[in-house]
């Protein structure tokens, strides 16, 4: 099945930031616009005022969209898509400025312009639980509730639905306790050395995995947690994979078709996000709690952070922050020199040396309210 979208609608950003960065560069003349610039070799270059923007990040928040552009010592906010129920994103890999968000009831919109304009990309089906876009080959794909999963390689312009996954035999199966009837796709992870290579989560189902693009599936592989929560590819090095799900963690060598658990060294096994250093593929992080009604209730969810490295146990990572955290890491994202953690209450923790010590990340502008997705531009 093919759907083609509608024409473009645009969505108004809130900026927080202007006057205040404005204020504290003295007023200076030479005010940019909060946006791209060129410089004299005519390369692209993001600045806010007159700080260059050293760092960008998206978060979904539950609500909308937030920017997050690291300039001047601070992270400065801005929100897009307010009330919209957002709950995942994507970022193009070929393209900071493209986006996708998956919203709750709302299906996908599409920005090419950092957030400043959005396009609804009329998927068939409107709750959206999960989005990717390939490194190897730009398609984008979005998983939904009902389970289904649907893949674009026109950027959203286009639809074809993958079904073949739902002839899986262990369909029946397939539920979400909190609404036992249906179940929905958790997590999806494209490849990044091979465009035919993909996996996905159901959530709860299992891990499945694709060889040629998602007209063909193998059911819930060997080994894997079959409550999955989140997944990642090394970047660098072919067939490194790793999974969080709900009854631990677990690594793959053989591009997801075997899996080992790894849970050692943990006293919290109901994970959640997981994050692996891109220069080394034996170096992991995930976040953990006690159970999903700590995790995703009202009280205390009791979480930490972990590090693990090749075969060692797990290691959990307290170098400044407060033990247990308030508030779940629902989403880790690792950088070349840099890893990050975004909490549902809002909170943004930063730390420079692979975990060992972490800062709260300064943002100017209103509280984020919820970080459930994060991702680096």
């Known amino acids: 099945m093919t759907t083609r979208s509608p024409e473009s609608e645009t969505g108004q950003p809130r900026c927080?930031?202007?006057?205040?960065?404005?204020?504290?560069?003295?007023?200076?003349?030479?005010?940019?616009?909060p946006w791209k610039a060129r410089t004299a070799s005519g390369s692209a270059r993001s600045f806010i005022g007159s700080y260059s923007v050293l760092m960008r990040l998206y978060a979904a928040t539950g609500n909308g969209i937030a920017r997050l552009d690291e300039a001047g010592g601070e992270w400065a906010l801005e929100l897009f898509l307010p009330e919209s129920g957002a709950q995942c994103l994507a970022v193009d890999p070929a393209d900071a400025d493209t986006v996708y968000a998956g919203l709750r009831e709302g299906g996908v919109r599409r920005t090419t312009d950092a957030g400043r304009s959005w396009i609804d990309c009329a998927l068939p089906e409107p709750a959206v639980f999960s989005l990717a876009v390939s490194t190897a080959d730009g398609a984008v794909y979005?998983?939904?509730?009902?389970?289904?999963?649907?893949?674009?390689?026109?950027?959203?312009?286009?639809?074809?639905?993958?079904?073949?996954?739902?002839?899986?035999?262990?369909?029946?199966?397939?539920?979400?306790?909190?609404?036992?009837?249906?179940?929905?796709v958790r997590w999806i992870a494209p490849s990044p050395h091979d465009a035919d290579l993909v996996l996905v989560g159901i959530e709860l189902g299992g891990l499945m995995r694709t060889t040629d693009g998602g007209e063909t599936w193998q059911d819930h592989r060997p080994g894997a947690q079959p409550d999955v929560h989140s997944l990642a590819w090394h970047p660098r090095v072919q067939g490194g994979a790793y999974e969080a799900g709900g009854g631990g963690a677990a690594w793959s060598e053989d591009g997801g078709e075997t899996w080992r658990a790894a849970d050692e060294g943990r006293d919290r096994h109901y994970t959640w996000a997981v994050a692996v250093d891109p220069d080394d593929a034996g170096l992991w992080y995930v976040s953990a709690s006690t159970g999903p009604f700590a995790a995703h209730g009202r009280g205390d969810p009791e979480a930490r952070l972990y590090r693990r490295r090749d075969d060692e146990p797990w290691h959990a990572l307290d170098g400044g922050l407060p033990e247990p955290l308030p508030a779940m890491p629902y989403a880790l994202?690792?950088?070349?020199?840099?890893?990050?953690?975004?909490?549902?209450?809002?909170?943004?923790?930063?730390?420079?040396?692979?975990?060992?010590?972490?800062?709260?990340?300064?943002?100017?502008g209103p509280e984020l309210g919820a970080v459930l997705a994060l991702a680096a531009a």
Not at 340 to 346: H, K, T
């Open 16 to 33: 927080h930031l202007c006057s205040a960065i404005c204020a504290r560069s003295g007023g200076r003349s030479g005010w940019i616009e």
């Open 142 to 184: 979005v998983g939904t509730e009902p389970s289904r999963l649907f893949r674009s390689d026109d950027r959203g312009g286009s639809w074809h639905a993958l079904d073949a996954l739902l002839e899986l035999p262990s369909r029946p199966q397939w539920s979400f306790p909190p609404r036992p009837w249906t179940s929905h």
């Open 333 to 364: 994202v690792a950088t070349d020199d840099r890893l990050f953690a975004g909490l549902s209450d809002g909170q943004l923790w930063e730390s420079r040396d692979r975990g060992d010590t972490w800062t709260p990340c300064e943002i100017a």
